[in-house]
């Protein structure tokens, strides 16, 4: 019973995604509308991370199936794809150096917030 109220907590998160995706006039998807929610909910301890924690570890666990899928429509289409490969290699590698620098620069001022917080 444990592991169904865990996941019609996230369940509900994804649907008040859903419902704001249809509100509001924004070109945002609703899982990201239902990350926020999420995130509001365990950030004002509505939710306790406890009340989530073991079927989100089950759906960590279990997403890379979720790449086979897209991995082997590449492999079917891959007379299309070959063509755009290198600069989508290239795209591929200048995004994750970017976020990888915004990253770290967000996780510095963090960390300097904090410490002059005295944390």
């Known amino acids: 019973m444990k592991y169904v109220r865990q996941f019609l907590i996230i369940l509900s998160a994804c649907f008040a995604g859903e419902l704001l995706r249809y509100i509001l006039p924004l070109p945002i998807p609703a899982s990201v509308y239902g990350l926020v929610v999420m995130f509001c909910l365990l950030l004002s301890g509505v939710v306790k991370l406890h009340h989530v924690s073991d079927v989100a570890n089950f759906f960590i666990q279990t997403m890379p199936l979720l790449f086979i899928p897209p991995a082997m429509a590449i492999l079917n289409h891959w007379d299309v ?19 990888m620098g915004v990253t770290g620069r967000a996780v510095q001022w963090v960390m300097k917030r904090n410490a002059g917080d005295g944390r």
């Open 81 to 99: 794809f070959s063509a755009i490969a290198g600069r989508f290699l290239i795209l591929c590698f200048l995004t994750t150096i970017v976020v």
